[in-house]
């Protein structure tokens, strides 16, 4: 077995020497593809230097709506793409922390911040890069309920240790903060003799979290219910490591989870409805909680206990209209758990369906 020491040194290295641009990776596993990136994001992306843009290993866009005055924490920022869009929509009023154990990769990306600022005309940073572990947040000093929204691009595959880096993060986040990130998940246990090689490990395949496992780790650390935004399959691109892993079935997944006391771990009615406002600037006609409930502008939608309380007891609150409450309850919400439904491509799970 590999010592996780030199696994972890071995991902210093590997994002801090060996991969220096997207195209040193050996899979496309980690090659963010622009094309899923929303208008609005994609306007920002080119107010960013091309260097940072040269370095982004991501497989998703983890960066959710109306984060306006928000203090917002990337984990494992590397040369702090998703930093800086975060930074333009979170205004001038907002915060934004960047962690990441390589120096090489954070050198980059504080090289450009004044830069940065200047473009977005800013009169003073909202944004620091620090150096530490995901798994250690109270090393970069990271103060408990102190943060409104975590974003991750494809880096908590990488974790030795990710019981630790999620209960971390939910320490940090505020109550009725979110957690939004994307990741490498399969519909499978990695083998074990897979997760000693370094190279799939670097290459976010080996260390990729299969998803039963990462409901029941949520659950464990007190969230019953995520809710997944997209989901795609991943095509590996290279045929030695593809004859390698072909058993497993890996999957880009953008995922959101709320830090609250009142989610249960099934869907229940209670007879509440939400109206979306239209209020957020970048999704005025319509406002996407997750893969199966979008909200039209103005339309009453029933929705689940748990639902509610993800419109009503989050920064969304300003934006929706959620009549009804507990008091009443008439039974389990007409959906069953999505995990327990057939899988189709573009689903996922968590509580609600």
Not at 98 to 118: F, I, N, P, S, Y
Not at 289 to 313: R, W, Y
Request: aromatic letters at 8%; one cysteine or more.
């Amino acid at each position: 077995m590999t010592d996780n020491s030199d696994k972890s040194g071995f991902v210093k290295s590997y994002y801090g020497k060996v991969v220096r641009s997207t195209q040193d990776l050996k899979t496309s596993t980690c090659k963010c593809d622009d094309s899923t990136l929303s208008p609005y994001i994609r306007a920002i992306e080119k107010k960013i230097d091309d260097e940072i843009l040269t370095r982004v290993y991501g497989c998703g866009s983890p960066i959710p709506p109306a984060i306006e005055g928000c203090v917002v924490l990337d984990l494992g920022c590397g040369a702090g793409r998703d930093v800086y869009i975060a930074s333009h929509l979170a205004g001038p009023e907002g915060f934004v922390i960047g962690v990441d154990m390589t120096l090489e990769q954070l050198e980059v990306a504080g090289r450009h911040l004044d830069k940065q600022m200047k473009r977005f005309g800013y009169s003073r940073p909202n944004v620091e890069f620090r150096h530490g572990n995901i798994e250690d947040l109270k090393e970069a000093g990271i103060d408990d309920n102190s943060v409104d929204v975590v974003i991750s691009n494809c880096v908590i595959n990488l974790s030795l240790s990710k019981e630790r880096a999620f209960s971390e993060i939910f320490r940090i986040l505020k109550p009725g903060g979110e957690l939004y990130f994307s990741d490498v998940f399969t519909g499978r246990r990695v083998p074990d003799y897979l997760k000693d090689d370094p190279v799939l490990h670097g290459e976010c395949l080996s260390g990729a979290m299969y998803t039963g496992d990462f409901r029941r780790m949520l659950r464990g650390l007190g969230c019953p219910d995520f809710r997944v935004i997209s989901k795609r399959r991943i095509t590996i691109d290279n045929p030695e490591i593809e004859a390698r892993t072909g058993m497993v079935d890996f999957y880009s997944m953008t995922i959101r989870a709320f830090k609250l006391d009142s989610l249960e771990d099934v869907c229940e009615d209670y007879g509440q409805v939400a109206v979306y406002k239209g209020s957020i600037t970048t999704c005025s006609h319509s406002f996407e909680l997750d893969d199966h409930h979008i909200f039209m502008t103005g339309k009453p939608v029933p929705v689940c206990g748990n639902t509610a309380s993800m419109l009503q007891e989050t920064r969304l609150a300003r934006h929706f209209k959620v009549t009804g409450d507990r008091s009443v309850h008439y039974g389990p919400f007409d959906c069953a758990p999505a995990f327990t439904k057939p899988e189709r491509e573009g689903k996922g799970g968590g509580a609600c369906c």
